[in-house]
């Protein structure tokens, strides 16, 4: 991720203008922009209900936008969904293959969808189960795979016909740590070939595999930038406090002078401050003061989650 | 249409078939047991009209005339009942649909005079079955009376039948019996086959919506036609193989006569296979869930061709605003033409009409059916 796209120069590969879309009363997607590269992992990044799910299905043109455009390497999904279906592969957040099919026909029957030659599904095939660590499973039904072999399935499905488009709504939900480490290794080694990848989550971590991301909030990018670079535009400095009882120091800690966002992590807190070098001693003293016992406070980097907590914050004061 | 992408949606849906009991179970086993079911169990004669008897006599006489109601066949014996009000509370309770009284002085009245009444009442909440079994009733009483006729004018020298003059009805309900089979069999082929074929792909579509198979599914470049295409070959398979037991059984075991040609059968047996597959993958696109599209499938299936085909009730029986309903009902051709083609042996030519109207249907709605797949989510 050293190499910074801004997405304002070269050929994109994605590109969305003004879309919108209403379920009923609830305005899913609203006004939303927004180009890919060529070649880049883009991530939307938010809470569920931000409207991951409806731009993943637009994208894929499963799904009609009430207004705006979508381009998908020069060809209009709204007006023409079936052109671009041949370049695209989508894999919806819900598992979408066929659980009473085995894995090898689950493989025939995509790779028969996109009129692939035998021999070269049959060598795609088994690169990808490879790489996926599947080719073992090849004759177990899908439905009986765990949670993580299923969207690696998902994903070798996808990847058969070599798409120029990936489109993962949420892909690693309920996926173990070591096939998510399968599946991010598969899609890395598709950045050399040229595909470009979109993906959602609701994974804070996994955002920051992403060359580029957009913070997503009730239907919005509210900010759109490498994960770097929305860290470093960060407002304030990030404090990290450890203490026995996170829960008092979470407690003690609202409302302190210079404070401009707390968030509970686990046992720790994170707390954004204007002035990391002054506030660090005004807080072990407060925390003292309040009977909250001795915390070890120390600066640290400000993680995506802090970014976007601090983004909403902010919305939440103005 | 890329052939491909056809026998790939075919040879999905087949193994899917194979491999989901309740599929195969509707496939193969319900054919099976509504051919048993339908063709033993609906017939418009009536056996074992279970028959309650107060004889309040006890005699030789009045036993052996109980002997005869129960010796026909006709009846069953249901209870032997001890007072005038019981009979009305068995016939009350619906613990039988005839109740027989043999008064006190039966025998006495009938040697004396050579003539003696006998009670039979019946139960005409069902006028149908109550008719038929006063009919029989009447049979059995004539058969009775002859027979006593001729002992008695033997024993006072006299010819044998003054009494006995009645006409053997029975043998009148007997002959319809017969025919009623020949005259349903050929329908429930029809009943059969529009059960099947709907309920089967009903649930085609609906379930990959429900499983969440279809998102994806749309979002690749198969074509809608090519969906439904693929989705309808298998189950058109086993229609006709269906179809082909059904028939083979009215013939061979249910020994109905066939007298037509196996092409015109085959034929407008195709035609509504596709006709009951296309309202049930209609109904799966439109309504996107397995339970909801399988209850409008019988619905719009069932019941159409069980009461307004003809099947069991004669069209020309109807009043005229049903009758003109049926015209619009599909399975009213099919079942005009497999009578036609077994019991009367018409051919191509004689059955234009009710073919053109069937082939018409087929057109229609699998024409909508492949308009209404739409690759959306909405």
Known sequence: MNREMTGESGEFAVRAEG????????????????????????????PDGAGKTTIMRMLAGVLLPDKGEIFLEGIDVVAEPERAKPILSYMPQRFGL??????????????????????????????????????????????????????????????????KVLLLDEPTTGVDPLSRRDFWAILYNLRESGVTILFSTAYMDEAERCSRLALMHEGEIRLCDSPARLKAAMPGALLEVVSADPRAAHKALTGAPGVLGLLLMGDRVHVRVDNALRRKGELEARLLGEGVGPAAIQPIEPG????????????GAA | MSPRRLFAMAFKESLQIWRDPRSLAVALLMPLMQMVLLGYGVSLDIKHVPLCVYDEERSDASRALVTSFLASGWFSA???????????????????????????DFSRVLASTGRAPVQA???????????IAIGYAKGVIALASADF????????????????????????????????????????????????????????????????????LISTPVKALEVMLGKLAPYFAIGLFDAAFCLLSAVFWFDVPFRGSIATLGLTTGLFTLVVLGIG?????????????????????????????????????????????????????????????????????????????????????VWVAARSFRKRLD
């Open chain 1, 19 to 46: 879309l919108c879309r209403r379920f009923g009363a609830l305005q899913a997607v609203r006004d939303l922009s927004f180009a890919v590269a060529r070649g880049e992992i883009f991530g939307f990044v938010g």
């Open chain 2, 121 to 131: 009442v019946f139960d005409a909440t069902d006028t149908n079955t109550a008719t």
């Open chain 2, 281 to 365: 993958y209609l109904l799966s696109v439109r309504i996107k869930s397995q339970l909801g599209a399988s209850q409008i499938a019988l619905l719009l299936t069932m019941l159409p061709t069980t009461i307004l085909s003809g099947y069991a009730f004669p069209i020309d029986q109807m009043p005229a605003a049903v009758r003109a309903i049926t015209l619009f009902v599909y399975a009213r051709y099919y079942v005009t033409i497999l009578r036609a083609v077994f019991l009367k042996g018409s051919s191509l030519g004689d059955l234009l009409l009710p073919i053109l109207a069937l082939a018409a249907t087929a057109a229609a709605i």
């Open chain 1, 98 to 163: 066929y659980e009473d099919l085995t894995v090898a026909e689950n493989i025939f029957f995509y790779g028969e969808l996109f009129e692939l030659p035998w021999r070269v599904r049959r060598a795609r095939a088994r690169q990808l189960l490879q790489a996926a660590g599947l080719l073992s499973f090849e004759r177990r039904l899908a439905g009986q795979l765990s949670g993580g072999m299923k969207q690696k399935l998902g994903l070798v499905c996808a990847l058969l016909h070599t798409p």
């Open chain 2, 78 to 104: 249901a209870k032997m009942l001890q007072s005038e009000r019981a009979v009305r509370e068995a016939l009350d309770r619906g613990e039988c649909i005839g109740a027989v009284t043999i008064p006190v």
């Open chain 2, 149 to 216: 006729a001729a002992r008695w004018g033997a024993q006072h020298g006299l010819s044998a039948p003054r009494v006995g003059t009645i006409d053997l009805e029975p043998r009148v309900w007997f002959n319809e019996g017969l025919d009623s089979r020949n005259f349903i069999i050929p329908g429930v082929v029809a009943v059969i086959l529009a059960l099947v074929g709907a309920q089967l792909t009903s649930l085609t579509v609906s379930r990959e919506w429900e499983r969440g198979t279809m998102e994806e």
């Open chain 1, 304 to 315: 995506i989650e802090d970014v976007f907590v601090a983004l909403l914050g902010q919305e």
